[in-house]
């Protein structure tokens, strides 16, 4: 069965750049029917979704993040990226990679999640 | 964007008992409606997917209702292992939302 896995730094300094992958295990990253998210939960809050690519590299943002999300996949490593620019403080989180399959009627739930990896974003 | 409004945000719950959350969407979804279990420390697992189907391996004592803006998941005789926060989610309209969660503990 399918697996993800988030790596990338715990620590990241204001405004710089923060950047995540998401390996796949147990599954390709390219099936056709899968849509590959990224969601935060800032400590103590709620889910935000932050938005997802497909394997065809079509991706969508949350608007509420403006311009500063880039969401990536590579097939050559069965993996996915996030990378959040200009960060402040606001931005500290757990951060969750996710899948959804789309079939006609729409998308699906998030039926596979990551462990999670916690960002801090401070000087 | 579609707004998902939970309430209860919080209860406190006898063991056996019935435990309903609601989810309102501030307009039509359908029934693009989900919902999540998420314990301390631990990732979010999908309940229940559109409004109302199952999903393997999850006790059946979990279910859900509603279509349109108004949704509920129901716990049919609470366990102790349920203390946990609960998410919708909803996938009609991108970007995708989710509601501010709602915790259940067990006296």
């Known amino acids: 069965q399918v697996q993800l896995l988030e790596s990338g730094p715990g620590l990241v300094k204001p405004p710089e750049t923060l950047s995540l992958n998401c390996t796949v295990s147990g599954g390709s990253v390219s099936t056709y029917n899968n849509y590959w998210s990224w969601v935060r939960q800032p400590p103590g809050k709620g889910l935000e979704w932050i938005g997802y690519i497909h394997p065809s590299g079509s991706a969508h943002h949350n608007p509420s993040l403006k311009s500063r999300v880039t969401i990536s996949v590579d097939t050559s490593k069965n993996n996915f990226s996030l990378r959040l620019s200009s960060v402040t403080a606001a931005d500290t989180a757990v951060y969750f990679c996710?899948?959804?399959?789309?079939?006609?009627?729409?998308?699906?739930?998030?039926?596979?999640w990551g462990l999670g990896t916690s960002v801090t974003v401070s000087s | 964007e579609i707004v998902l409004t939970q309430s209860p945000d919080f209860q406190s719950v006898t063991p056996k008992e019935k435990v309903s959350i609601t989810c309102r969407a501030s307009q039509n979804i359908g029934n693009s409606l989900h919902w999540y279990q998420q314990k301390p420390n631990q990732s979010p697992k999908l309940l229940i997917k559109?409004?109302?189907q199952s999903i393997s391996g999850v006790p059946s004592r979990f279910s859900g209702s509603g279509s349109g803006t108004d949704f509920t998941l129901t716990i049919n005789g609470l366990e102790a292992e349920d203390a946990a926060a609960y998410y919708c989610h909803q996938s009609s309209s991108l970007p995708f939302t989710f509601g501010g969660g709602a915790k259940v503990e067990i006296k």
């Open positions: 559109y409004a109302s």
């Open positions: 996710a899948r959804s399959l789309r079939y006609a009627d729409g998308y699906d739930g998030f039926d596979v």
